[in-house]
C-alpha cells in the first residue's frame, strides 16, 4: 500500500508540472526535428574552386561536378580579395609547369577535400596524357611496321605538380583550430547562464528579492545591480578562459586578443542577461536546468560547429535568433582570419541589442513579484 501511495504521488506530481512533461516528451522531438534538418538538407557538398584563365581546361574538367562548383577568372590582381568576395574555398593558378593553389583554410575538412579532389585531376590528366601517347604510337605503328621511332617513344606531357598556399592559417591545421573559437564563446555563455539564473532563482525562493522589492529601490536598479555584481564575476571567469586557451592550451590566435576578450565579454553579459531573466519562470533549481534543452542546445547546433552551408536557409536562418551565432562569427574573424572591426562590427551591435533588450525584459518582468 505504502508503495502504491507513492508511486500514485508521483505520477500525480508529474503530471501537475506542466512544464516537466513538455521537456520529457516534447523538447526531445523539437531537437531531434532539428537536427534532423541541419544533417539531412543537401548532404551533398559543393566546394567552390576558382581557376585562372591560363589553367588548362582538361584540368577544371577532371574535377567531379557533383562535388566541386568550378569557376574561371581572368586579370586577378589580389587572390585573397577574389576569395573573400566570391566565397571560394580555394583559388588555382598555373605557373610554368606547376598549379599553384591557395586554399581558403577557414574549413580544413574541405581544404583537405579540394586536395584530394585536385589531386586526382591531376592523376586523371596524366591518365589521359599516357592514353594519348599510346594512341598515337600505335597509329604511327600502324603505319611503319617494325619502327616506331625516337619521337613516337617519348611522352611530351610530364605532367603538373601541385603547390600549396593558405589563406587563413597552415597546412597543419584542424578542423579543431575551426570549432575553438566557437566552443569558447559557448563555454563562457553556458556557466554564466546557469550561474546567474540560479543565483536569482535562490534569492526569490528565499524572499530576498520580495524583501528589496518592498523598498523604494527600483526595478531598474535592482536589474543593474544584478548585472554589475554578476558581471564582475563573467568577466573574471572570462579572462581565465581566454587566457587559459591561448597561453596555457597555445590554441591559434592569427587576430588581436583584446577582441577576443570584448567579444567574450559581451558574449557573458548576454548569458547573464537571460539567464535573470529565464529564472522568473522557474520555482526551483530542477526547473531552472530544464531550460538548457532549450535555450543552450539550439544555439550550440546554430553556433557554426555545424557547418551550414549547404543547410536549407530556412532552418539555417533559425541560428539568428541566438547570441552565439554571432559570437562565434565574430570569433572565427578574429582568431582563424586575422580580420579587424570592419568585419565584425554588426555582430557586437546585435550582441549589445540582446544585451539591451534582455536588460528591458528583466526590468518589466520584476513587476510580478513587486506586492507594493
Known sequence: MRFKAILVRVITDLFRDKRTLALMFIVPLLILTIMYFLFNSDTDEHLKVGFADNVPNRIVK???????????????????????????DAFVA???????????????????AVKQMLNGALQKT???????QVDKMKTQMEKMPGAAGKEGM??????????????????????????????????????????????????RTTGTLERVLATSVKRSEIVFGYLVG???????????????????????????????????????????????FVSTFANSEFQMLQFIPIVVVPQVLFSGIIPLDNVNRWIASIGY????????????????KAEGISHFWLDICILLLFILIFTVLNIVGLKRYRKV
Do not use: C
Not at 575551426?178 to 535562490?202: D, E, H, Y
Not at 535568433?321 to 574573424?333: C, D, I, K, S
Open 62 to 88: 577532371a574535377l567531379p561536378d557533383d562535388k566541386a562548383d568550378t569557376s574561371k577568372y581572368q586579370d586577378v590582381d589580389s587572390i585573397q580579395s577574389l576569395i573573400e568576395k566570391k566565397d571560394l
Open 94 to 112: 598555373k605557373k610554368g609547369n606547376q598549379l599553384e593553389v591557395t586554399y581558403t583554410n577557414e574549413d580544413p575538412s574541405k581544404t583537405n
Open 126 to 132: 596524366k591518365m589521359q596524357s599516357v592514353m594519348t
Open 154 to 203: 617519348q611522352f611530351s606531357d610530364k605532367g603538373m605538380s601541385l603547390k600549396s598556399h593558405y589563406l587563413y592559417g597552415d597546412g597543419d591545421s584542424t578542423y579543431f583550430d575551426k570549432m575553438f573559437p566557437i566552443l569558447m564563446g559557448f563555454f563562457v555563455f553556458l556557466f554564466v547562464f546557469l550561474i546567474s539564473g540560479i543565483a536569482l532563482l535562490r534569492e
Open 230 to 276: 554578476y558581471g564582475i564575476f563573467a568577466i573574471i571567469q572570462t579572462l581565465i578562459i581566454v587566457l587559459f586557451s591561448v597561453y596555457l592550451l597555445k590554441v591559434e590566435m592569427a587576430g588581436n586578443l583584446g577582441w577576443v576578450l570584448l567579444i567574450n565579454i559581451l558574449v557573458a553579459f548576454a548569458a547573464l542577461a537571460m539567464g535573470l
Open 321 to 336: 535568433l541566438f547570441p552565439l551565432r554571432y559570437a562565434g562569427n565574430a570569433l572565427t574573424e578574429i582568431m582563424v
